[in-house]
């Protein structure tokens, strides 16, 4: 691999990188935002709650008392029926209308309150099974929210030791950039060298032709001679 790929390589593996610390950063903000929305509407049911109990709490006081002074009405009544029956003839059908009637708002009244604890209670059973169900829902968040920071703290260890790794590729191309540049220097000035060695040689051949072609000229005039 040229250090013009290696370097390119470094830049795509920056770039994921820079890419998966933003999808982190998004999936964190998301993860508060549920997070908080649901806190949110776990606040809201637990106030409602509290509210319908209260509420409920006061419908069965009121109607426990209002149940007790009928109770008491009758009560004087069936007294003063008693009292005054060795006294007086007795009832007349209307007398006897009255108290059917108030036996039967008594009855009814009565049928009334059970209906009302009944319907109580099964409020306060739907309003607990909500309160757990909102409990468990908060402890799943809980358990995804530690699941998810850990997997960001993995991921952002990760992609440090990456970027590490990135850092030291890069000082290693760096440092093999400047020892190729010295190499090439090097290269340069011994080239330079063996040509200016090179034209010392062919200096140093022309003499020596020179030389030879006069000596074979030498020899040539003394042959003659």
Known sequence: MTPAEREEALERREENAALLQAKLERDRVALE??????SAASKAAFSITRALQADAAKKIKDLEAECAQLEGKLGRLKGDVAKA????????PSEKAAVAAMKAQVERD??????????VADTQAKLRTEAKALADLRAKLVTIRSEIEAGVKVRE???HRKEQALEAERTKLQASAGALARTEAQLSEQRSKMEGQLAALAAKEAMYEERHRQLQENMKNFVRT
């Open 33 to 38: 935002a549920e997070i908080a929305a649901s």
């Open 85 to 92: 029956t060795p006294e007086v003839p007795p009832e007349s």
């Open 110 to 119: 009565r049928a009334a309150l059970d209906s009302e604890r009944a319907a």
């Open 157 to 159: 260890a990760e992609v």
